[in-house]
C-alpha cells in the first residue's frame, strides 16, 4: 500500500508520542507500591486527628515548650528553644491542633524522603518501601506527631539533612552547608543531636569530598549553635545550649558510682550515692531523696558539679560505666517490651479514654497567651474502636531493631560503605541517650528510621556483592 510523505511524518509523530508515554506510564507504575502505603499512612493521620479532640500535651514538657514559643527566652533546664520556634511560628493561628496537623505532615515527610533516598540509591521500589513503614503505621511514632513534643522535628531534621548530604554521590558545596545548617536545627532542637555534626564531616572526610565541602558543613552547622548559645549565656550566664547535662549524666553515674573508687573532692562528695534506689537511672533526676536533689537550692543550679562528678566517676570506673550502658542498650531488642523505668508504658498502641490536665499556674498561663481552646484530650467515637483493633507487632519493635542494625552494619564496611553515615547515625541516636542519661523506648524512636535506611542500604549492597554476581 502506498503512503504520502504527510502520512510517514503523522505516523512519525504518533510514534515518538507513544514513545515518549511509555517511560512516564513506566515511570509511575514503578512507583505504585510507595503511593499505596502512603496514601495509606495518611488516611491513618486523618483517622488520628479525627479521632482525637485535640492534641495530646504533657506535663511539664508541652506547656515549658509552649511557654518558651510565647515569651522567646531560652529555658535553662532541659529544653533548647528550637522546637519553641516553630511553635511560635504558628502562634499565631492560637491552635496546638494545627501544630500536631503540622507534624503529621512530617511524620509523612520523613517517609518520603526515605523512600526518594534509597530510590535514587537504586533501591526497587518495594525495598524503599519496606523501609517506610515503620516510621508511617508504628503508632509510636503517631503518637508523638500527635504531641506537643520535640521528638518528630528532631528526627525530621535529621533525616533531612541525611537526605540532602547522600543525595549525590559527592554533594555539592551547597548540599554541605545545608546539611550542616539542618543538624544546628535538630541540636537546637534537642542537644542530643549535636554530635552528629562531628558524624557528617567525618564522612565527608572519608569521602574525600574536598575542604571546601568540609568548610561549608562546619560553618552552617556550628554557627547557629554558637549564636544560641551565646543567647544562652544573655540569659543564663554560661556559654551553653542547655543547664541540665550535668544533672542528667550525674544521674548516669548514680547506678554504679562507687565514691571509694572515685575519691572525688570534698565538695563533689555530697553527690556521692546516699542509699536511695530507684528502678532506673532518670529517675534520680526528679527522686526526693536523692543526693543532688537534698543539697540547697534548685536541682539545675548544681549542674557544672553534677558534671563534674559524673566525669571523675566515669573515668574511675569506666568498665562500670560500660557495663550499666550496655545492659540498658539491651532493653531495646526485648522480644516484649520492657516498662523501663517501670511507671511508663511503652506507647504501642492507640490509647483510648481521657486525660485530664494537672491544676498548675503555668498551664493557665498558656492558655491564656498561645491557644485559649487547650484542654484534656479524649478519643472520640467511633474512631476509637479502630484504636482499640489497631495492632502493631510488639516483634517489630526489638528483635526488628536488631535485624536492621545488623544489615546496617555490615553494609557499612567493605570497599563500598554504602550504609557508612546512616548506620553511625542511627547508632549515635540510638547509644547516645543512653549513655547521657537512661534508656527510653521514646528516646529511641529517632533512631528507628534512619536504621531504616541503613538496613536498605546495606541489604542492596550485600545482595550486589554477593560472590558470583558480577
Not at 503517631?142 to 504531641?147: C, I, N, S
Not at 544562652?232 to 547506678?255: E, I, K, N, P
Not at 553534677?306 to 562500670?320: G, K, T, W
Not at 564496611?413 to 543512653?434: D, E, K, S, T, Y
Request: hydrophobic content about 50%; proline content about 7%.
Amino acid at each position: 500500500m502506498l503512503t504520502s510523505p504527510g502520512d510517514v511524518r503523522t505516523e512519525s509523530v504518533i510514534s515518538e508520542g507513544g514513545a515518549r508515554r511509555r517511560p512516564r506510564r513506566a515511570f509511575l507504575a514503578g512507583h505504585v507500591p510507595f503511593a499505596v502505603v502512603i496514601t495509606l499512612a495518611a488516611a491513618l493521620r486523618v483517622v488520628v486527628m479525627l479521632g482525637y479532640d485535640t492534641a495530646q500535651l504533657y506535663w511539664y514538657d508541652s506547656f515549658t515548650y509552649l511557654d518558651t514559643a510565647v515569651h522567646l527566652k531560652p529555658g535553662g533546664a532541659f529544653h533548647p528553644a528550637g522546637y519553641s520556634l516553630f511553635l511560635w511560628l504558628l502562634r499565631p493561628f492560637h491552635s496546638v491542633e494545627l501544630v500536631v496537623g503540622a507534624q503529621h505532615a512530617m511524620g509523612l515527610g520523613m517517609g518520603l524522603m526515605i523512600y526518594l533516598l534509597l530510590r535514587r540509591r537504586s533501591l526497587p521500589a518495594w525495598g524503599a518501601t519496606s523501609a517506610t513503614l515503620p516510621v508511617l503505621f508504628n503508632p509510636a511514632f503517631l503518637r508523638l506527631e500527635h504531641a506537643v513534643l520535640s521528638d518528630t522535628q528532631v528526627t525530621f531534621l535529621v533525616i533531612a539533612a541525611l537526605t540532602v548530604l547522600m543525595w549525590r554521590a559527592k554533594p555539592s558545596v551547597r548540599s554541605a552547608a545545608a546539611a550542616g545548617a539542618l543538624l544546628a536545627a535538630a541540636g537546637l532542637t534537642r542537644t542530643a543531636a549535636v554530635p552528629l555534626l562531628a558524624l557528617f564531616v567525618l564522612h565527608l572526610l572519608l569521602r574525600r569530598a574536598g575542604w571546601r565541602r568540609v568548610v561549608a558543613l562546619v560553618v552552617a552547622g556550628t554557627l547557629p549553635l554558637a549564636a544560641y548559645a551565646g543567647w544562652y549565656r544573655q540569659h543564663h550566664g554560661r556559654f551553653a545550649l542547655s543547664g541540665s547535662d550535668g544533672v542528667a549524666l550525674w544521674a548516669r553515674t548514680m547506678t554504679f558510682a562507687d565514691c571509694s573508687k572515685i575519691r572525688p573532692p570534698a565538695a563533689e562528695a555530697r553527690l556521692c550515692p546516699n542509699g536511695t534506689v530507684v528502678d532506673a537511672a532518670s529517675e534520680y533526676v526528679w527522686a526526693a531523696d536523692a543526693s543532688l536533689n537534698r543539697l540547697p537550692g534548685d536541682r539545675f543550679s548544681h549542674n557544672d558539679l553534677a558534671r563534674s562528678f559524673a566525669v571523675h566517676a566515669i573515668a574511675a570506673q569506666p568498665l562500670d560505666y560500660l557495663r550499666e550502658v550496655a545492659s540498658d542498650a539491651s532493653l531495646a531488642f526485648a522480644w516484649t517490651p520492657v516498662r523501663h523505668p517501670k511507671r511508663i508504658v511503652p506507647a504501642l498502641t492507640f490509647p483510648v479514654g481521657s486525660w485530664p490536665l494537672p491544676s498548675f499556674p503555668l498551664i493557665d498561663q498558656v492558655r491564656r497567651e498561645y491557644d485559649p481552646a487547650i484542654r484534656e484530650m479524649s478519643s472520640v467515637a467511633p474512631y476509637d474502636a479502630f484504636f482499640t483493633t489497631y495492632r502493631y507487632p510488639d516483634v517489630l519493635h526489638g528483635p526488628l531493631f536488631g535485624v536492621l542494625l545488623l544489615l546496617g552494619g555490615l553494609g557499612a564496611i567493605g570497599r563500598r560503605r554504602a550504609a557508612l553515615l546512616p548506620w553511625a547515625v542511627a547508632m549515635f541516636l540510638f547509644l547516645g541517650p543512653i549513655a547521657a542519661l537512661d534508656f527510653d523506648h521514646r528516646y529511641m524512636l529517632p533512631a528507628i528510621p534512619v536504621a531504616c535506611a541503613a538496613a536498605a542500604l546495606g541489604a542492596a549492597s550485600l545482595w550486589r556483592t554477593r560472590p558470583g554476581r558480577r
